[in-house]
């Protein structure tokens, strides 16, 4: 067995810190395992400086400070495993309600909303940061952190604009904006010139450029192209016009006198109803149950969807349709109501089947409700004109 020296310890703790290792700590790890390996493993008479340098390369590939990188890397990346399997999970559940929520989306289904905006808030919050540590962690290259984490930010804002496009939340523009200007002049700048340089990554560097230069053009289209906007602002501008002259046929009708308290009773009843239908809609659509006039500048806008929750499977604003149709036929069928003042029910709204009411756009039943509400508003103004 072999006895070392205090020279030849220092020699050898020196030597451990001029190979790179700085961490106090596994220094004197390395420096307890390289001492006992050579003290039961050299003989008496031994050469130390020869068996040492024998030694020292069992603890790396190419340099002694791997094993310093190596430690700093579980000390920081502890819960490594872990946080790739939350990765993995992320991913699969943003994809799965991203592709769900499309399908909502287009079928006008409810819940649209809810899943988009859990699918691509956990893509944008949880994955994509996610996955930048773990990427960058496995690659030493600068470039390739740097050309990762640009194409991060790009896929970033890319996700928020996208939401707030869909779900029609002012800003969306913003994101649109930061996400072009980050690929246009970080990204494919950086990607391009620094890969140009290398032969072997020229090809593959000229191809990629060309399609990331596409992507950008056509995410920038959509920054200029919003045409959708524009109508649905029109949409609700008819729609609170049409609401402006139907209060006015109302305040003609109600400034005349009815004598017939139970033919005003069911003009009411009718009104009333549609009044909490028409409410129940808007809530839906805006948190609101009327739209401001300032809606364009409070950047309110009513998404052409569904009628919401209530409009299925026998909701509360499915009962409140069978209601208003009964309340009609009510109306229609009392004594001082004519053909010609009767409301129209057939090829209405109210003639179809309140079971697939909830499919309907919730602009044909707006203005389908507020319609019926005018044929009222016009027949009680005879009544009342012919008192």
């Known amino acids: 067995m072999y006895t070392l020296s205090e020279q030849q310890i220092d020699f050898i703790l020196n030597d451990i810190k001029i190979r790179g290792v700085e961490m106090e700590d596994l220094q004197l790890n390395l420096l307890d395992h390289i001492c006992c390996i050579i ?24 340099e002694l400070k791997e094993i310093e990188e190596e430690t700093k890397l579980l000390l920081t990346f502890k819960n490594y495993y872990a946080m790739k399997k939350t990765m993995i999970r992320t991913g699969i559940f943003s994809t799965i309600a991203i592709v769900l929520g499309s399908f909502f989306k287009v079928m006008h289904w409810p819940g649209a909303g ?82 140009i340089r290398d032969p072997e990554t020229k090809l593959n560097t000229i191809v990629t450029t060309i399609v990331l230069v596409a992507a950008t053009g056509l995410q920038f289209t959509m920054i200029n192209i919003r045409p959708a906007v524009k109508l649905t602002q029109i949409k609700m501008y008819s729609y609170i016009q049409g609401e402006e002259l139907l209060k006015k046929v109302q305040n003609r009708s109600a400034s005349g006198h009815h004598e017939n308290s139970t033919q005003q009773s069911f003009a009411e009843n009718i009104n009333n109803k549609a009044e909490q239908i028409k409410s129940m809609i808007l809530m839906n659509a805006i948190g609101e149950s009327k739209i401001p006039k300032d809606f364009e500048s409070e950047g309110i806008i009513i998404e052409e969807g569904n009628l919401g929750i209530a409009f299925f499977d026998n909701g509360e604003g499915i009962k409140l349709l069978s209601e208003l149709k ?6 229609n ?24 009411i909830g499919r ?14 005018m044929y009222l508003a016009t027949a009680e103004n005879k009544l009342t004109a012919f008192k």
């Open 114 to 195: 809810v899943l988009l905006v859990l699918g691509i808030g956990s893509i944008s919050l949880l994955f994509l940061p996610l996955m930048i540590i773990l990427k960058t962690n496995d690659s030493n290259n600068k470039r390739d952190k740097f050309i990762l984490a640009s194409s991060a930010a790009v896929g970033f804002f890319l996700c928020w604009a996208t939401l707030f496009a869909v779900m029609h939340w002012p800003g969306n523009g913003i994101f649109w904006i930061i996400a072009v200007c980050i690929s246009t002049f970080v990204l494919i700048p950086v990607y391009f010139f620094t890969g």
């Open 360 to 373: 309907y756009s919730n602009y044909s039943v707006l203005n389908s409700i507020t319609q019926i509400q």
């Open 39 to 62: 003290e039961y493993e050299l003989e008496q008479e031994g050469d130390f400086e020869d068996f040492y340098h024998k030694t020292i390369p069992k603890f790396f590939k190419k």
């Open 326 to 331: 009964a309340e009609i036929s009510k109306y």
């Open 333 to 356: 069928a009392s004594g001082e109501i004519n053909i010609e003042n009767k409301i129209p029910v057939d090829h209405s709204i109210l003639d179809i089947d309140f079971d697939k």
